[in-house]
């Protein structure tokens, strides 16, 4: 438990789940990553007080596995409606419910804010609207199965597939071929532009900036397109399978796509670079929706907005075929600084896209993968940030699983950022973070 | 006269806006018709009674389409009712409809709705003094206290016509809730302030406030019309033409305020209707 503390106080927490009968905490610190066992039988102790960062978690915990908390600070559900949820209230200050049916066609969330005037005092969240089961529907299925289980959790279908498949690989010793690897790093960033653009669309829409929503809409429409040309689906399903990806792309294809891929490069320079600095854009997004460095660190944030607090880590550094990279930094924590690392890590993924394509190695798509009894985790640095699966496999099954998907770590932020603001810049806030109600409500 | 034509109008300047702004942004437009198959369309569609509301929510928008409708009667496009201090009468028409507007908003207990009312009468309180000014200035320059009698846009009374003509820009795009005020296209609730107010009727109800909405445009559209140097039709048709494309890119290439700001920017409206009327009572001649 000591350790434990030692190592939460230096780094951050990336997965706590039950596998009975004990805790186990991955925590990464400056020195890598560490796992922690701690026996948990009926109880556990909340270190949630002192690490914010595990909040979501333990709450998690005490659902999911039934635990009971010990000196908990906050001991609120987290998925189950079953309960009432006790809603912090304050004398004198008027409440406001939102959700979890929106007037748009968006995931439904419920956002209980606390006012005065149009200034935020507080804003609690409560989400498990989505909630399908996703545990209990992996639990027992064919590792073929799982995959498209994966590709089905959230909205970034590549990094969700890509990560389970590497946890499964890991379990069965095998190395993908070069093409392989390569190709799926391919549908990686191209799915990474897709989704950034479509952060900055969104936001461009919510400020009421309808020509720079509409040229993003069409860039990242574009994208798409580039994506089914290579992969076949729109959304890269089906692309990569356990041991490889499923068909090669000749070289046509490939060239064609380089082209027009460098194409919606110069686009993006020309018609969404400028927006951001628009007068009238900066007004609205500068210093709008602050998250500190030192929030970010203690909240245990991941991805884009980690980075654009100044938290310089992308897990892309520590993959050789990424290299040299450096990851896009940002320190205002604000909405702006959050659209700024979208635009840029887009931008540089186009550079990526085009070496990757263009150094497309020969040989085999994929090997077979008999995966003996076994565990393995896998992360990848997905559009939102940091993406982990937990694999446990037994007789070519999946006997466990865990996902810990970015937006799951994300969501606090967004209750600490609105704090202080203006009621109605909560929805920019809310579309700078990107958060998927998806993946994770599982 | 002015009124039947206004409400004839009305859906079809607000779908010629719509279909100009889908072409400003290379989409293709639901064409100039929309909005009246849209108004037919919802017109015939049940609505949904919220349980704590009294017959103020009907009120509200009946209303709302009545106060611009009676409000216009006195606008001397075409020919019609005319007398000394109608400019009055037509402002005070137009806030009566906001009123009932705002109270069927309370009226159904929502939040929204009780969010969208006082930002609209925020808004309202803070635009009106300016309108008034301006209005009054106009009057007072062209020697006549009914709007039939305004004299048109010359030398003589440029400088004050021009501010008049910036504070009813200022509040057509306050009173119409459009950009940069307000977006009328967004769906966060949050930040809305007109469609806050109608979030709950439904039908046959929503029908008349988006037909109120497009109308109101056309009163303050009607009124810059008059004052332009032409005679009264084809001002009016000018003025249409004019604020119609002016929105549209205004929506566009515009980014919508930080609520909080908007107060600055209806400071405009109100100097614009004193210095209008300083012009006047110190008779600032060119």
Known sequence: MEALKRALRSGRPVALWHDPPQLRYLVEGPSGMEEFRIPADRTFTCLAREFPALAWFERQLAEVAALQRIGCADPKPLRDHGTPFPFATYDGLHEVPVGPVHAGVIEPGHFRFSVLGERIVNLEIRLGYQHRGVRAAFLGSSLERGRLLAERVGSEPVAHALCYARAVELIAGVEVPPYADRFRLVLLELERIFQHLGHLAGLFTDIGYAFAATQTGRVRAMVQAEIERLSGHRYARNAIVLGGVAARVDEDAARAARAKLSELAYDTSTYIAPVLRHPMVLDRLRYVGVVSEGQAHRLGLVGPTARASGIGRDLRSDEPSYRPFVPVTRVGGDVLSRAHVYLLEAQASFGLLDRFLRELPDGPTAVPVVAPDGEAWARIESARGELLYVVKAREQRVQAIEIVSPSFKNWPALEVAVRGGGLPDFPICNKSFDLSYADSDL | ?286
């Open chain 2, 1 to 286: 006269m002015t009124s039947l034509l206004l409400l004839l109008l009305a859906p079809l300047f607000s779908g010629s806006i719509k279909g100009l702004k889908a072409a400003l942004q290379n989409r293709r437009g639901p064409g100039l018709l929309y909005d009246y198959r849209n108004l037919w369309k919802l017109w015939r569609k049940d609505y949904v009674w919220p349980r704590p509301a009294t017959p103020v929510f009907l009120l509200g928008p009946v209303a709302a389409v009545l106060g611009p409708a009676s409000a216009a009667v006195v606008l001397p496009v075409l020919p019609g009712v005319s007398f000394a201090g109608d400019f009055l009468v037509l402002v005070y028409l137009l806030n009566l409809g906001r009123t009932f507007q705002a109270l069927a908003a309370l009226d159904t207990g929502s939040a929204f709705g009780a969010q969208g009312s006082y930002r609209e009468l925020l808004l309202a309180a803070l635009t009106e003094p300016g309108t008034l000014l301006a209005l009054a200035a106009a009057q007072l320059a062209s020697g006549e206290l009914s709007l039939a009698g305004l004299a048109h846009l010359d030398a003589s009374n440029a400088l004050v016509y021009l501010l008049v003509l910036v504070a009813l820009a200022i509040a057509l795009v306050a009173e119409g809730a459009r950009m940069p005020v307000d977006d009328p296209t967004t769906h966060l609730e949050l930040t809305m302030i007109h469609e806050a107010q109608v979030l709950d009727h439904s039908g046959p109800l929503l029908a008349l406030y988006e037909l109120a909405a497009s109308l109101k445009l056309l009163v303050y559209v009607s009124l810059i019309g008059l004052l332009l140097p032409f005679p009264r039709v084809l001002a009016f048709a000018l003025a249409l033409v004019v604020t119609g494309v002016a929105l549209a890119v205004l929506e566009t290439y515009g980014v919508r305020l930080r609520y909080l700001r908007v107060p600055d920017l209806l400071s405009y409206n109100t100097l614009a209707g004193i210095l209008a009327t300083l012009g006047v009572v110190l008779r600032l001649r060119n």
